[in-house]
């Protein structure tokens, strides 16, 4: 007997009709495999790219971008944690690491007395002015150089949907 775990079950006793899952049809399974493996392999290589360019990880780079679309290049730690669906103990423990390499610091939350607001450094700015055109050659070389005009659009207008979809 052969299980797939996301089409519906073959065997003998799973052949019979089941109204409660929905099981994926055949189109739906090859669709949902083809994007778990661009989910590990797209993110992967990127990932390699830029350690290999610039030294950075992929969420220091999130974080140094992030910061550096910001007005003073500051963001409350609550609110990158929620951009990078991280724990704010976790992206903590990641600030740790990265203000003791001179790329990020932590000034008083104005508004919340137990949050902390972080600061890209100049250092930190740098490195990502260094880092950026890298990874950007990474991205165009991985993924957008093999898509037409007309599949960026449509890829944009899926993975917004799908990104802005409420978490359940």
Known sequence: MSTNFTGRP??????????????LTPEE???????RRLLTVLPARTARDLAADSGLSAPDYEVLSTLSERDGRRRALKDLAAK???SRSRLS??????EVRDLVER?????DARGCVIGLTDHGFEILEQAAPHHVRSVRRRLVDHL???????????SSRIA???DA
């Open 10 to 23: 073959a065997g003998s006793r799973h052949d019979a009709p089941t109204t409660a899952v929905p099981w």
């Open 29 to 35: 399974e090859r669709a949902w495999r083809a994007f």
């Open 84 to 86: 990078m669906e991280w």
């Open 107 to 111: 000034h008083p939350d104005p508004s």
């Open 164 to 166: 802005d979809l409420p």
């Open 93 to 98: 423990h990641h600030i740790d690491r990265m």
């Open 148 to 158: 037409t005009s007309d599949e960026l659009r449509v890829l944009e207008r899926i």
